[in-house]
Nanobody, 124 residues
Framework: QVQLVESGGGLVQAGGSLRLSCAAS????????MGWFRQAPGKERDIVAA????????YYADFVKGRFTISRDNAKNTVYLQMSSLKSEDTAVYYC?????????????????WGQGTQVTVSS
């Protein structure tokens, strides 16, 4: 089992940047595919980005391509989401998720472990 704790959320103006972190504890972090999801009020939780165990394979949702970057540091048991050129529509609670598997996962139901979420609010 792995425990996930997100940090780095906050209030930022449109056009600004934030970096989210997700620290994992428990079993070997490098065995886990990691993903970032987000959920805005009244909406479903959507995939934002995902990264394979080694970091070689990466997926981005179309709405963040060119603005967000996912990365991981297996030595620090941490996955990051660097967010730039933020828009008001990026306002949401951001969650990291993990699954002990190979490949890359893009659907919510494919992940077994979730963090508590961190709020990102972008003011226009």
């Amino acid at each position: 089992q792995v425990q996930l704790v997100e940090s780095g959320g906050g209030l930022v103006q449109a056009g600004g940047s934030l970096r989210l972190s997700c620290a994992a504890s428990g079993r070997t972090f490098s065995s886990y595919v990691m993903g970032w999801f987000r959920q805005a009020p009244g909406k479903e939780r959507d995939i934002v980005a995902a990264i394979s165990r080694s970091g070689v394979s990466i997926y981005y949702a179309d709405f963040v391509k060119g603005r967000f970057t996912i990365s991981r540091d297996n030595a620090k048991n941490t996955v990051y989401l660097q967010m730039s050129s933020l828009k008001s529509e990026d306002t949401a609670v951001y969650y990291c998720a993990a699954r002990e598997t190979i490949g890359i996962m893009t659907r919510e139901l494919q992940y077994d472990y979730w963090g508590q979420g961190t709020q990102v609010t972008v003011s226009s």
